[in-house]
């Protein structure tokens, strides 16, 4: 299996080394037939699907004589997190980012076939698949156990070392795969700004890339806010982007990507920006590379909690040896066809679309600057930026971006009527403004929120009333408006649980409720859940029907303990709920402990105390209500001979736990519990064991759960507006494809 998984990536690098080497020979000479390298192509696509395919195998067959099986798998996984261990470690991501890529180039080859540029744009594409393919062949998954391990013993391992606990999740399951599709896509339009500017074909970008740029800012996004909405619900930190380096790296070309669409757009109706659609387009993609140099070569391992360690110097070198290539290449094409690219001479309108397109993209390419600059300082300095800096010097660029993506639908292409546009949106900004004023009336203050929050109330009123307009005629073109609208939902979100979620910590008593931000938390207990975690049981009371929330904590080895938290959502609100940390209860210091058998008395210091028999009635009611389960009260008579006076202590046993509910007695001024019991069937009398807590003495502590609650206002926004903003990427793909 091993011999025969290295053998199928040697040959794809070469098949995709020599199908590269065709077809740029092809365009360089501009003679010979194509079929050769088209089937070299067919022939890389068939050997990297073997790879993968064999490698699934093995881990299906749990082989842990394998390496990487061994190393992110393990007997007990199921299914769908057997095959997400495919994409787990580094060998097993270059495994599959290049069977993404190769799947792109088959696409990509159908939809170039018999068109002049064809040898061009793939020969270029296949240089990139074989640069990956050469990532593969040194980082190879398909090494034995006693190769990665030398120090292993000689017998077969029984049994794997597992899958992160942190990976073990459904959203990890497609994470992976989409951001990868989006990191393979990306190349396809550097490949064709590549072949543009070698050919001196300078409209090929926008005319033929423009569906494979939306393509790929899709999938990236979708990537992007999947693995955002896992972090959410896994990671217990309480949020969903944390501005982490390796978050950061795979945003930074989504922002380039985006600001290329408008700009592809604006050459498309005006021809201009012909020099920063070719730099976007090569920019995009170097940054991917750069993104996997981050993440992949190990070079971030202390500042991000994502990055992947100890690639080994052969990657190290060879990503930057490809991120080299890919500067080098881009820069020099650039700099031989700068003259060339010079934009036809025209008037400047400050007010017409395509500059304010022009100017949109100014301020994505400064949002991408300012978080490429804080992910890529740690490699430079000692020094972190915290994620203060992100919101401080983002937000007034998100205020620009929201701003220009309403007020631009309402400008002209190649003309400008500022009273024409004023007078249209006046209507928006009205009711941007009143919307914003009653934010205001109910108490928010913030200059800077208030700002974000009208900017993006203008570009979703302007998008749903042109897009209204549309959707009478084409429903293809409503794709732009569409994904405007879901933009600024998102950007809506993103403020409110930024700027206005509340969150409180907790410690809660065994069975005692506790008010926390509006709510009433009542810990109940904590039980195993099959896959040897623990779910810690809150009941939530208070806005509506009561609830429950089952927070977990487990060990997970070397990473110590894992807090995965529970979210009950609303329309307007999540309530989230992180455990922190249990304190696990204990008896009194130094208390006296007795046992009393059923009719009898014992001396209890001065006192007398008679155990008279079980209370099951009352008190097992009160238990229920107090702490869930059952309950049992030991009925006791106390007497110094001139007094007297009866105690019912009571025990709750509840999901395999028992918590013991003390009980005041005046005569002793000392507090009962009754710690246990044993009932018998007619062989003698049962008999219970209590135990008396004086004042003086330290007392018996319940268990509690430390916790984190918080509220996320209209978090709902930001999954909502993400998923409206991908389903207005799709249309425009639709559309666009057809213009193609």
Known sequence: MTVLGNLGVWVSVAAAGFSAALYLRAATVQAGTLVLPRRLVSAAALTVSFASV????????????????????????????LISSFYAGQEGSFLFWALCSIIIALILRASMHRRGDEAAVMGVFMTVQTALLLLVAVKSPFRSVWEMFPQAPPTVPPDGRGLNPLLQNFWMVIHPPVLFLGFAAMAAPFSFAVAGLWRRSYGILPARAFPWVLFATLVLGLGIMLGAY???GVLGWGGYWGWDPVENSSLVPWLTGVALLHTMLAQLRTQKYVRTNFALALVSFFLVVYSTFLTRSGILGDASVHSFTDPGASVYWLL??????????STGFMVARWNELRP???DTLLLSREVSLGAGTIVLVLCALVV???TSLPIFSKVRVEPSFYDVSTLPLAVVIALLTGYSLYMQWEMQDGRSTLRRSVLALVAAGLATAVIVAIGVNDIPALLLIFTSLFALFVNVEIGAKIARGNPLFLGGKVAHAGLALFLLGVIATGKFGSKAHSTLQLGVPQEVLGHTLTYTGHTPTPDGKFAFTVRVEGRGDPFTLSPVMFEAGEQGVMRTPDIASFLTRDLYLAPLGLEEGKPGAGAETYTIAKGSSVQMGGIRARFVRFDMDSHAREG?????????GSVLELSDGARRETVVPVLIRANGKQEYLPTPSKLMNATIMLVGMNVTMGEGPSSVIVEVQRPSEDP????????EASIKPWVSLVWGGTLVMMV??????????QEA
């Open 320 to 329: 930057l040896g490809f991120l080299g290539l890919i500067a080098v290449t």
């Open 624 to 632: 229920m209500t107090a702490g869930g389960g059952t309950a049992i």
């Open 230 to 232: 896992w972090a959410y």
């Open 728 to 737: 207005g990427f799709v249309l425009a793909i639709l559309k666009r494809s």
């Open 344 to 346: 036809r001479v025209a």
């Open 372 to 374: 490429l600059f804080g």
């Open 54 to 81: 064999l490698l699934l195998i093995l881990l299906l067959r749990h082989d842990f004589t394998n390496g990487y099986v061994y190393s992110y798998s393990d007997s007990r996984l199921p299914l769908h997190f």
């Open 700 to 707: 018996a502590t319940p268990e509690a759960l430390a916790v």
